[in-house]
T-cell receptor, first 117, second 114 residues
Framework: AQKITQTQPGMFVQEKEAVTLDCTYD???????LFWYKQPSSGEMIFLIY??????QNATEGRYSLNFQKARKSANLVISASQLGDSAMYFC??????????????FGKGTLLTVNP | DVKVTQSSRYLVKRTGEKVFLECVQD?????MFWYRQDPGLGLRLIYF???????EKGDIPEGYSVSREKKERFSLILESASTNQTSMYLC?????????????FGPGTRLLVL
């Protein structure tokens, strides 16, 4: 079974609108971390936002926020006020186990976001 | 700013050649990682290192080896390149941020094996 599922291979959004990219995860660990990365066409993976499993509040970072629903095992990325430069591939990733003892990240297959002018 | 650099953005090699991909980070990070990225398969971990001269296999280590002689440098080696190793290779290093280990990536190397 996939540990990270991104069900939207592609998404389109109009400039200045908000968009939600879906991510569901599967783990039996109590302690885990969830990450979102952005990969523009240049190829570099850019870290966007992190949510720990014990964090009670949703993470926010500028125009990015993470809608964390633990019972549903979902960690959706919300981008507000989309910009043309947001067009990229977006990856959700998870690290299982407590910090420092388990380094491996498992990535989803990604969602290609296109922002239309 | 975290800086992770990779020796080449694009590389073309022939089948059977020995290939070295170099990754350097300037933030004194303990952990470094090599991934490959293929369409439809996402990122897959090849090897990682948690200290100088220490390494562990990831999910797909076959056909690869690594070297970490200095803390800032982590090399991926293809002993005898094959066409199925044509891929995008991404290096990452990590440090603790807000109590969590966050990986930061280099720009990637697109390798073509003919």
């Amino acid at each position: 079974a996939q540990k990270i599922t991104q069900t939207q291979p592609g998404m389109f959004v109009q400039e200045k609108e908000a968009v939600t990219l879906d991510c569901t995860y599967d783990t039996s660990d109590q302690s885990y971390g969830l990450f979102w990365y952005k990969q523009p066409s240049s190829g570099e993976m850019i870290f966007l936002i992190y949510q720990g499993s014990y964090d009670e509040q949703n993470a926010t970072e500028g125009r990015y926020s993470l809608n964390f629903q633990k019972a549903r095992k979902s960690a959706n990325l919300v981008i507000s006020a989309s910009q043309l430069g947001d067009s990229a591939m977006y990856f959700c990733a998870m690290r299982e186990g407590s910090g420092g003892s388990n380094y491996k990240l498992t990535f989803g297959k990604g969602t290609l976001l296109t922002v239309n002018p | 700013d975290v800086k992770v650099t990779q020796s080449s953005r694009y590389l073309v090699k022939r089948t059977g050649e020995k290939v070295f991909l170099e990754c350097v980070q300037d933030m004194d990070h303990e952990n470094m990682f090599w991934y490959r990225q293929d369409p439809g398969l996402g990122l897959r971990l090849i090897y990682f290192s948690y200290d100088v001269k220490m390494k562990e296999k990831g999910d797909i280590p076959e056909g690869y080896s690594v070297s970490r002689e200095k803390k800032e440098r982590f090399s991926l080696i293809l002993e005898s390149a094959s066409t199925n190793q044509t891929s995008m290779y991404l290096c990452a290093s990590s440090f603790i941020l807000a109590g969590e280990e966050t990986q930061y990536f280099g720009p990637g190397t697109r390798l073509l094996v003919l």
